[in-house]
Nanobody
Framework: VQLQASGGGLVQAGGSLRLSCAVS????????IAWFRQAPGKEREGIARIYGGGTTGYADSVKGRFTISRELARKTVYLQMNSLKPEDTAVYYCKADRGIASWWGQGTLVTVSS
């Protein structure tokens, strides 16, 4: 199983970015894919998750601003981030869970300037 995160970059406050997580070796239907982030000096936190059946969940810190979605044909999970704030600056990671197994992708850096 491999996960490849991409799409990070520098954006001004109020702007938008879309992150992608390309997944190989895993079936979406029996897996959950989540986005986490880790800001400097802080613990890694889960911010969005999409379950095998398509149900989604969000942390309060991003609810209403971020949207997780997936494209089955491309085996890719997206994180659309709108109304970005400087406090959203972090390295963003995607993670796959299937039963008791989990896999992490490499991080992609998002920097939001004020």
């Amino acid at each position: 199983v491999q996960l490849q995160a991409s799409g990070g970059g520098l954006v001004q406050a109020g702007g938008s970015l879309r992150l992608s997580c390309a997944v190989s070796g895993l079936t979406f239907g029996n897996s959950a894919i989540a986005w986490f982030r880790q800001a400097p000096g802080k613990e890694r936190e889960g911010i969005a998750r999409i379950y095998g059946g398509g149900t989604t969940g969000y942390a309060d810190s991003v609810k209403g601003r971020f949207t997780i979605s997936r494209e089955l044909a491309r085996k890719t999970v997206y994180l659309q981030m709108n109304s970005l704030k400087p406090e959203d600056t972090a390295v963003y990671y995607c993670k796959a869970d299937r039963g008791i197994a989990s896999w992490w992708g490499q991080g992609t850096l998002v920097t939001v300037s004020s």
